[in-house]
């Protein structure tokens, strides 16, 4: 199998970031994460973050960042990320009453655009990330379809993330092979449910950052560390391989009994053992 370069997303340790930022990150190397996708720098400069990075032995391929972070000045927000050498800024959630279908819509494409064309400049590439209300289907087609054939793939990458595809109620492998050539980055998630197209089953944010409990406990919903789930990562890893894959990013949104780096550490141990990464 492909060595896939192995990474965090760190919104899964996000409790133990605020506790403690380098300790944290230190501990996310030792399980043996190359490269990490961060979620809030918490009040950390670019420059600290890379001298952080840096004396880990860690890099940074991404990060998950609203497109609101841009809107004071887009250039010194995107040379804030090239600092720490981020190579893809991924919208982490866009309202569905923006996106295909709404009245927004256009001005959406208008934002996406406008972003894009500012991290080209700087050598860095917009992603996005879907949940799985972007395969709802608006007129026949999925509304992440409308997203992808909006932009010119030189603005914008998917940044698939396999556990809410499935949850959709579609293969995985199946929507990373549609977008071979464009998957540098594929989030490995895993859950359990009762049923798939089940529904809402993740957690919203408020414009204040407040959750907003939206889970599907009906359903029984719960993510999973790597290989406690339903999930078919053979499956999965194969399409990433051959679909030009070359990253993929562990994340898991919510533990339970276990601690966040627990957690994550189980995930990487599953990756090790079984897949040889």
């Known amino acids: 199998m492909k060595q896939f370069k192995v990474g965090l997303q760190l919104y899964s340790v996000r409790n133990a970031m605020k506790e403690d930022f380098v300790g944290t990150l230190k501990?996310?190397?030792?399980?043996?994460?190359?490269?990490?996708?961060?979620?809030?720098?918490?009040?950390?400069?670019?420059?600290?973050?890379?001298?952080?990075?840096?004396?880990l032995g860690l890099k940074c391929v991404s990060v998950h960042q609203g497109l609101d972070f841009y809107d004071e000045d887009a250039d010194a927000a995107a040379e804030f990320l090239k600092t720490f050498g981020v190579k893809y800024s991924v919208i982490p959630w866009y309202?569905?009453?923006?996106?295909?279908?709404?009245?927004?819509?256009?001005?959406s494409v208008a934002r996406f655009k406008k972003v894009g064309e500012v991290l080209a400049r700087h050598g860095m590439k917009l992603g996005y990330h879907n949940h799985d209300f972007e395969f709802e289907k608006v007129d026949g087609k999925y509304i992440h379809d409308y997203i992808f054939e909006a932009l010119d793939p030189a603005i914008i990458d998917p940044e698939l993330d396999t556990c809410w595809v499935h949850y959709a109620g579609i293969d995985p492998a199946d929507k990373i092979r549609e977008f071979a050539g464009r998957v540098e980055i594929v989030h490995l998630k895993d859950f359990v449910a009762k049923r798939l197209a089940g529904g809402?089953?993740?957690?919203?944010?408020?414009?204040?950052?407040?959750?907003?409990?939206n889970t599907?406990?009906?359903?029984?919903?719960?993510?999973?560390?790597l290989g406690m789930g339903r999930q078919d990562f053979a499956s999965i890893l194969k399409?990433?391989?051959?679909?030009?894959?070359?990253?993929?990013?562990?994340?898991?949104?919510?533990?339970?009994e276990l601690s966040e780096l627990e957690a994550v550490k189980i995930s990487r141990d599953f990756l090790r053992d079984n897949f040889g990464l």
Not at 201 to 213: M, R, T, V
Not at 216 to 225: I, K, S, V, Y
């Open 27 to 55: 501990a996310v190397k030792e399980m043996g994460y190359e490269y990490v996708e961060f979620a809030g720098y918490f009040g950390r400069t670019a420059e600290e973050i890379k001298a952080i990075l840096d004396e």
């Open 200 to 213: 809402p089953a993740y957690a919203l944010i408020d414009a204040d950052g407040n959750e907003i409990k």
């Open 216 to 225: 599907r406990e009906d359903n029984g919903f719960a993510f999973r560390p």
């Open 95 to 107: 309202g569905k009453e923006l996106l295909a279908g709404t009245p927004a819509w256009e001005e």
């Open 239 to 256: 399409a990433c391989e051959e679909s030009g894959t070359e990253y993929v990013i562990v994340e898991q949104d919510q533990t339970y």
